[in-house]
């Protein structure tokens, strides 16, 4: 027996065996050593919907992969044991094993594809009313939402008829959480358009002290605890659906020491309303602590535009305002980089906000920024809680026009 051969059917990667896909027809052995002969497990639906007959043969379609990800080779056809793939981009995998008749007509003479005819036209139309029909009876508890999302995608047509439709539930908002955590939802779910669950849209519509509203991108899931359970809509006819956005409109704005920024307000009032129409009705934030913003920074929390209402600015610089950040905006730089500086600036913050507050390990120019214009530092004092402490609590500068400021060291 030749080499090639022999290779041929021992290899058994997917797109390669000779022998794969002859397991009703041959019983085949080499060196005495029985050869693999199932069909290749790339050929079938990872998750299998529907198992049919087209032509008398059999036919199995399903999801591609259990995360719903299209592919570009979406059917698979075992021509009498040979496994022809099909050029298909689609999030359904479909596999027709051939033993009857001639439903598609392989190129000849190699059949390493098959000719795209009307042949091919009909077993695609096929597998779509199969779908559709599929999802039109199975009772809506037993239906795969992601698999009714890929309907949705491929055959917008034939979905939008269905009395279903998939949304998945937004995570509320948790301390800590950086820009690519902060937005997230649990799995999806299949509803009726007859009882739909509350429906957010992505941003919050943020109304300004002047009466202008804008768009901001990040922050609905810090009120979540307000709205109760809300849902990210994934897959639907939205022209049979009401789909709300929420409002924030902050409170009075929070004074802070000169160099702060500007961004924090009393919690003001919230409420659902349309794309370009306020709410009706507006509620009080109460004690809840919200936040907006627009720009992800990875290295200087002072980029991030943020809104903040009914936060301690401290405490939000320690834990909130992280959600500003965004680890995946390298720009070159390694992640430490990254955080650690996106950290420091938000140390900086919160010296601003104590007021005469310098680093531990400051520097001179950290000195120099309480300096008034035209004088100079003539005197550098350390102040200890106590003697037993070697570390200072805050320095004392004496300045050439005799006056002394008083750093804490934070």
């Not at 390493?112 to 029909?133: E, T």
């Not at 907006?292 to 903040?308: G, I, K, L, P, Q």
């Amino acid at each position: 027996m030749s080499e090639k051969l022999v290779k041929a059917l021992a290899d058994s990667h997917a797109t390669r065996s000779a022998a794969q896909g002859y397991y009703d027809l041959l019983d085949i052995s080499l060196n005495d050593a029985s050869v693999n002969t199932k069909v290749p497990a790339a050929a079938l639906p990872q998750v299998p919907l529907i198992e049919t007959a087209y032509q008398n043969n059999r036919l199995v379609i399903g999801l591609h992969d259990k995360n719903g990800y299209p592919t570009v080779t979406g059917l698979w056809i075992n021509w009498f044991g040979q496994m022809i793939q099909v050029n298909w981009h689609s999030h359904f995998n479909a596999y027709l094993e051939v033993r009857r008749g001639r439903p598609v007509n392989p190129m000849a003479p190699s059949r390493r594809g098959v000719i795209h005819d009307q042949a091919l036209k009909n077993l695609l139309d096929f597998i779509r009313d199969a779908l559709a029909d599929y999802f039109a009876t199975t009772p809506a508890n037993e239906i795969n939402a992601l698999a009714l999302k890929g309907l949705y995608r491929d055959y917008p047509e034939q979905a939008r008829k269905l009395p279903i439709f998939v949304a998945a539930r937004r995570q509320p908002y948790e301390r800590g959480q950086d820009s690519s955590e902060m937005a997230r939802s649990f799995e999806a779910e299949v509803f009726h358009y007859k009882y739909p669950p509350l429906l957010l849209a992505d941003d919050v519509r943020l109304v300004q002290d002047d009466g202008k509203v804008f768009s901001e991108s990040y922050g609905l899931h810090t009120f979540l605890e307000l709205t109760g359970a809300a849902y990210e809509l994934l897959a639907a006819d939205e022209s049979r659906l009401q789909i709300q956005h929420l409002w924030w409109k902050p409170g009075a704005q929070i004074h802070l020491p000169d160099g702060c920024s500007l961004i924090f307000y009393e919690a003001g009032q919230w409420g659902f309303g349309g794309e370009g129409e306020p709410p009706t009705e507006w509620r009080d934030v109460g004690d809840q602590s919200v936040f907006t913003f627009n720009d992800t920074s990875n290295w200087d929390v002072e980029s991030v535009d943020f809104t903040v209402g009914g936060a301690d600015p401290q405490e939000f610089y320690r834990a909130d305002a992280w959600a500003g950040f965004d680890p995946n905006n390298d720009d070159g730089r390694s992640y430490d980089d990254m955080s650690e500086s996106y950290g420091e600036s938000c140390e900086r913050e919160i010296r601003r906000v104590i007021g005469n507050a310098i680093p531990r390990n400051f520097s001179w120019d950290d000195l120099l920024r309480f300096v008034p214009e035209g004088e100079q530092i003539i005197g550098l004092t350390p102040q200890y809680r106590s003697r037993r402490n070697r570390r200072p609590e805050a320095v004392t500068l004496t300045l050439s026009n005799e006056e002394n400021v008083r750093l804490r060291i934070h």
